[in-house]
């Protein structure tokens, strides 16, 4: 055999990593299954002609022959110790405080990571080929489960470069893609044999077959995200780190992020959450870390855990049952979103009967379709979304889901975000839009106008009476035309012009809330307003001394500082203050400061107050409220089906209170 033909078949080699690499890797294949497929009959030909030059690395080897007769166990060089887990924002907080407090006040720069909901390994290369991989096991010994991440297409048996580390330990999550599971399950169905349950325990399984064949067929990926043992590393930061093993050829964890300072961090987990449903992966949490190894390195571990590094977690619960219709409502800001219509099913002590389908993209990936029997989770406070669709379940063939090319209220012809997945009507007056806005305006949250339920705003709407936030306050003067409405008698019009009127005096905190300000909700309306105190001085603000507010980071601020400048921004709050709405910050004089300094964390089903409500009342007396127990938490406020949270705070010895008790505390009868 020539070099030349040495020289052709590592060509060929390595033209079919490159494409293991675009495929599973970076999700961007260049070429069709059918290509790749003749690439490797080509290689596979090659070597069966030239079995002495079969080398280890070779594509063609990712599937072992012959069962390993058991795991071995392998000491780990650097113990894979566990992280510590917090559930709400408080005791994120307090984390943030204990590492800058040891860094003794140096400026940290925060990691946000997903938590990947698999099993964890260690992958080990040895002059940039794959020596072995290892289960976590205990921490310090794990089962060798080489011959098994093998088998994995987007785990390269030798990295990618010539300047690669003599030694490189790499820590990450060996997976499976929800869109691979309906694969697997469908399979499993089509050979007669039992569906698997769920994706983690399924990977967990598979890594441990004695069988290379068998984990083959588990569809297993990786993504890497830690580092262990290694000699000659470039890296000085995560981010850094991440990086070089990218430019390795290894899969490293999607959507990480850094921030400078931890509020940011926060902020961007908060967003994460709400955005879980666009990954094809399962997670069940996310981490943050401190970027720079060498403060790593000052902080230290405990015996259990690294200090550098916190997951925040939050539950999750998932249920199965019948996707009955898909329908689609325009929101506030005129984004058309699908919801899934579903048999009710009880998740986590709620009966849900509808879930988010979130866009159009998400159905078509997916292929959620009506009939279909789907899975549904609820994690945290996020509402139900639909993680994956049974499709071995289905019957027959249904048609796939059409999204609407034209506004279901106004017929306006609907648009896609640039760059985005979003499709809105562009109309600012439909009628849907408008109604949305006015029924979030006047609910309790926000100005709170007692009379102006969800029917009457639709009749208002409908008449014409209402076109901006400004015509609720000028409903007194139309009020012989109120008066024609359905079910608007005299007594009904002059209670809902006196809701309308007491609605002037509600303060700065509610009406920023009422504004529909992007990334503004109750908590953000209440610091921006205690801070700045009236809307002149928060309109005065610069963006940078938005962000430097506690609590508030650069995305919250630059959203606060588009609208307030905005002309209809501007042009919104001269309307309203020319209808004497108040636009200062309420004092606190109504509370008796009872619960000054206090957190309070309401659970459970309430009688006398709504959770706004009582929410409204712990900070009008001073307190805070939190919606997670920790050892933080002073008073547990509980109604009945209370569920995990008052079995925590029974566990921490927090006070617990009912209705009353909680009334007797503020100085109430």
Request: charged residues 30%.
């Amino acid at each position: 055999m020539s070099n030349d033909d040495e020289a052709w078949v590592e060509r060929l080699r390595e033209e079919i990593r490159y494409h293991d690499q675009k495929y599973y890797v970076e999700a961007a294949p260049e070429i069709s299954d059918l290509e790749y497929d003749k690439l490797l009959t080509r290689l596979r030909r090659w070597e069966t002609d030239h079995p002495d030059k079969i080398t280890p690395d070779s594509p063609t080897q990712r599937v072992g022959d012959q069962p390993v007769p058991h795991l071995q166990e392998v000491a780990h060089r650097v113990p894979m110790l566990s992280i510590d887990n917090t559930y709400s924002i408080e005791e994120l907080q307090a984390y943030a405080a204990r590492t800058t407090r040891l860094l003794e006040g140096e400026p940290v720069e925060w990691v946000v990571e997903l938590k990947i909901d698999g099993a964890a390994v260690s992958v080990v290369y040895e002059d940039g080929r794959l020596a072995r991989a290892v289960t976590r096991g205990n921490g310090k010994v794990g089962d060798d489960i080489t011959h098994n991440v093998l088998t994995m297409r987007d785990v390269p048996h030798r990295l990618r470069g010539d300047d690669v580390p003599p030694v490189l330990e790499v820590r990450g999550e060996i997976y499976i893609a929800n869109s691979d599971f309906v694969t697997l399950n469908e399979r499993q169905t089509s050979a007669g044999l039992a569906t698997f349950a769920n994706t983690r325990n399924t990977a967990s399984g598979a890594i441990r077959m004695l069988d290379p064949r068998v984990a083959r067929e588990r569809y297993l990926r990786l993504f890497c995200h830690g580092l262990g043992y290694c000699e000659g590393l470039r890296s000085t930061t995560h981010m850094e780190f991440l990086e070089e093993l990218d430019g390795y050829g290894l899969p490293v964890t999607p959507r990480v992020e850094s921030f400078a300072t931890f509020a940011d961090a926060v902020e961007h987990c908060e967003q994460l959450i709400t955005e879980l449903h666009d990954l094809d992966f399962e997670v069940d949490g996310l981490v943050i870390k401190v970027n720079r190894f060498s403060q790593r390195e000052q902080l230290g571990s405990t015996n259990k855990s690294p200090r550098w590094l916190v997951a925040y977690k939050f539950e999750k619960y998932e249920a199965v049952t019948t996707l009955r219709k898909i329908r689609v409502q325009v929101g506030k800001t005129g984004a058309v979103t699908p919801v899934a219509e579903l048999e009710p099913v009880e998740i986590a002590d709620t009966i849900v009967s509808r879930a988010s389908l979130h866009n159009a993209e998400e159905i078509e990936r997916k292929d959620v379709r009506e009939g279909d029997r789907v899975v549904v989770e609820k994690a945290g406070k996020i509402i139900p979304h639909i993680v994956r669709v049974e499709k071995h379940e289905r019957q027959g063939d249904p048609p796939p889901f059409v999204f609407p090319r034209a506004c279901p209220e106004c017929g306006t012809r609907l648009v896609k975000d640039e760059g985005g997945v979003y499709i809105r009507c562009p109309n600012q007056t439909c009628p849907a839009q408008l109604k949305e806005r006015t029924r979030y305006f006047a609910s309790r949250n926000a100005m709170d106008i007692e009379g102006l339920g969800d029917k009457l705003v639709d009749q208002l709407v409908a008449a014409g009476l209402v076109r901006c936030y400004g015509d609720v306050y000028r409903l007194r003067e139309r009020r012989n035309e109120l008066l024609q409405l359905e079910r608007m008698g005299v007594k009904s019009v002059d209670n809902l012009l006196a809701g309308i009127d007491a609605s002037r005096d509600r303060g700065l905190a509610r009406l920023l809330n009422a504004l529909s300000i992007r990334h503004v909700g109750n908590t953000v309306a209440a610091i921006l307003a205690s801070h700045f105190g009236s809307m002149e001085r928060l309109q005065s603000a610069t963006a940078e001394e938005l962000a430097g507010v506690d609590e508030i980071g650069d995305i919250i601020a630059n959203s606060v500082y588009e609208y307030l400048s905005s002309d209809d921004g501007r042009a919104t709050i001269e309307d309203l203050r020319s209808c004497g709405v108040s636009m200062d910050a309420k004092t606190r004089a109504s509370g008796s400061g009872a619960l000054e300094g206090k957190t309070l964390v309401v659970t459970g089903t309430l009688v006398k107050f709504t959770r706004d409500e009582i929410n409204e009342l712990i900070r009008q007396h001073g307190g805070k409220a939190s919606s997670s127990v920790s050892k933080n938490t002073d008073y547990l406020v509980a109604g009945e089906k209370a569920g995990s949270k008052l079995t925590k705070a029974q566990q921490l010895g927090i006070e617990i209170l009912d209705e009353v008790g909680f009334e007797r505390l503020l100085g109430s009868d």
